[in-house]
């Protein structure tokens, strides 16, 4: 088995808000990845102590465990009790309320030797190659669907939006977000690898359309993850001025791909 993770953050000034994981259990049967990319806040009052980069890592941390000890569990409870965990932690402190309260999107596969489960929460993306080579993006495209000024200027209109009815979800501290993940299960025999990335490496395809999703794959597989991060660096770098019309909140984004073969 291949095994890669790259995490790049955006702003070597500031914390990676992305967090990244292989768990292997201590038998050596199957397996898991988990992928979190935290939400950054616009300026202000979030209602929380902690900051985006702490959520990340406790939320990711405890996916991470619960995905190699509980394999009887599927992938969304398992989503659901890593949010109640990590909420329980700052409770007291903290107002999980507040609609900018910590967050992340979330992407989970695991495998045994027959199946392969997978969830994926807001824009990250999983990528699942066939024995054949044919590559199948699992995506939630719900946040593609709210229109991005309401997110980049209101705060207002985003607080309607947010883990809303009719809006986008993301994993931040109510367990039951977990029941709108999109999640499936494939047999282990129709899945050679899988790659994981956050939106800040998904650009490559989402942003600056250099390539479809099976291109890109195979960019990861032949010239390896740090390959694709390092192209997507290049692009923000020389198309700095255009960052808005491309659509772009900020120039560089924390970015990073987890790459599983078979």
Known sequence: MRTELVSEPGDPGRPNEDFASVGLPASGQGGSLVLLDGVT????????????????????GSLT??????????????????????AEVHAASCDLSHPRTPQATVVVARWSAELVEY????DSALLVESPTGEVTPVLDNRLDLVPRAWLATDAIADATVRNKEGGFFTAAADPSVAARAVTGVLPRAEVRAL?????????????????GWGDLFTLVRKEGAQALVDRVRTLERDDAESRVRLRRSKTHDDATVVFVEY
């Open 41 to 60: 806040p616009p300026p202000g009052d979030v209602g929380c102590l902690h900051s985006v980069a702490w959520f990340s890592a406790r939320l990711g």
């Open 65 to 86: 465990e619960l995905s190699v000890t509980r394999r009887d569990l599927p992938l969304a409870e398992i989503l659901s009790v890593a949010i109640r965990r990590t």
């Open 119 to 122: 969830l994926v929460l807001s």
């Open 195 to 211: 790659a994981a990335l956050t939106d800040g490496a998904t650009r490559w395809v989402e942003k600056f359309e250099e390539g």
